[in-house]
């Protein structure tokens, strides 16, 4: 049997933001309800259950994604937890799209949780012992100074400015005012907000920042035959891709995501796409940093190396532009619960494709998006296109 169509019938998500009182059951659960209630489907319509959350080191919890499943639906059903650090969210949809594809289940919930502000140990404290021994851990290195190191390198051999990728957090955060989930919407924010902002580690300031935040995003996959009993307005997964450099960021010119355009690359093949600058319709790669937004719209082939910060700047990314690039408001304005994000980005993009994104919808009727995410020790890229 060939591969079946696949299609997105369902979404929810939490709002986005730090929580003192609600568990990661209780977030997972509550995307998960979200998620049926919105195709009035029951956890008894569900046949198997993808998990995508931190690693148990960074909740200081053992067997975290057997403590998470009840809370997810999975009691009872086939249950499967991915993680590969920011590229978790889409990971997690592909892991959903692999079951059903295959035609092992009919009808998959992929849930994707994460709890940053209990984080016991700080999660800087797993990522301190992850780095090679001999090499890289003597420099005691964290993630915000790793991804000074990217963003100056980028700026570099670019000839860019740190006002150049302002634009970006500036877009961000004005688009999140907006969204009813969002943590950091500003409709008033500007350049010199940023620019005066905290410096974290050189050129990294607080507002290039996403913050801490805490959430959960849930969607439901259906076969082809099962999805049009359940709505008529089916969100098609026409094309997956990941790819996996090098751990060693030592090794690797920064300047340019190579990860990101492999999985690209794969993703393109599947669903047909040859000119994605023209065939692609709205854009929602990862962006927990102003920097990545511009790093991964170049990874993903939509302008050449370089060229990403003058789209910025001439309009062309904004909502109302050609190519909306996170119009939900991304990481930057709605919250970067870590594993949870990339599956906001499927989220937001099944709600644009069906034109139920409210004030943030973009004009005109998309016919065509992409959801892109990364992370680990920056060499994982993960890519979803979606189509109507």
């Known amino acids: 049997m060939g591969m079946r169509r696949v299609a997105i019938v369902g979404a929810g998500m939490t709002k986005f933001m730090r929580r003192a009182l609600e568990t990661g059951r209780e977030l997972a659960w509550a995307a998960a309800k979200a998620a049926l209630d919105s195709c009035e489907l029951s956890l008894e ?3 198997a259950v993808c998990m995508g959350t931190a690693p148990d080191a960074f909740d200081g919890m053992h067997m975290k994604a057997e403590y998470l499943s009840d809370g997810a639906g999975a009691w009872g059903k086939p249950y499967m937890r991915s993680y590969v650090g920011g590229g978790t969210g889409v990971f997690s949809a592909i892991q959903g799209w ?4 295959s035609g092992l289940f009919d009808i998959a919930l992929v849930v994707c949780e994460e709890k940053m502000s209990t984080c016991q140990p700080h999660p800087q404290a797993a990522f301190l012992t992850i ?46 005012a907006h969204h009813p989930a969002a943590q950091l919407g500003d409709p008033n924010i500007t350049v010199e907000d940023v620019l005066n902002s905290e410096v974290m580690a050189w050129p990294v300031q607080r507002l290039d920042v996403s913050p801490t935040s805490d959430g959960a995003v849930a969607i439901v996959l259906a076969a082809e ?49 040859t000119e994605p600058r023209k065939q692609i319709n709205i854009v929602e790669p990862y962006d927990p940093f102003d920097y990545k937004e511009l790093h991964h719209l170049e990874g993903l082939m939509f302008c050449r190396p370089g060229e990403a910060p003058r789209l910025t700047a001439d309009g062309v990314t904004q909502r109302d532009g050609d190519l ?30 069906r034109g ?16 892109q995410a990364w992370g680990d020790l920056m060499q994982v890229g993960t890519v979803v296109v979606v189509g109507i």
């Open 356 to 371: 139920e994104a409210g004030e943030r919808q973009v004009p005109g009727q998309p016919r065509r998006g992409l959801a």
């Open 131 to 176: 780095y090679d021994n001999f090499t890289e851990r003597p420099l005691k290195p964290n993630l915000l100074w790793i991804f000074a190191l990217e963003m100056q390198r980028y700026m570099a051999v670019h000839g860019l400015d740190k006002r150049d990728i302002a634009l970006v957090a500036v877009k961000n955060k004005r688009n999140a």
């Open 98 to 101: 692999y079951h059903v594809a």
């Open 324 to 353: 909306p690039v996170c119009p939900s408001g991304g990481l930057l304005g709605v919250g970067n619960p870590i594993a949870a994000a990339g599956l906001m980005k499927v989220a937001e993009l099944f709600w644009q494709l």
């Open 45 to 47: 319509d569900v046949d």
């Open 225 to 273: 035959h099962v999805a049009k009993r359940i709505t008529n307005k089916p969100v098609w997964i026409e094309g997956v891709g990941w790819a996996l450099d090098t751990a060693y960021w030592t090794n690797r010119d920064l300047f340019y995501p190579r990860y990101v355009e492999d999985a690209a690359r794969m993703a393109y093949r599947m669903a047909g796409i």
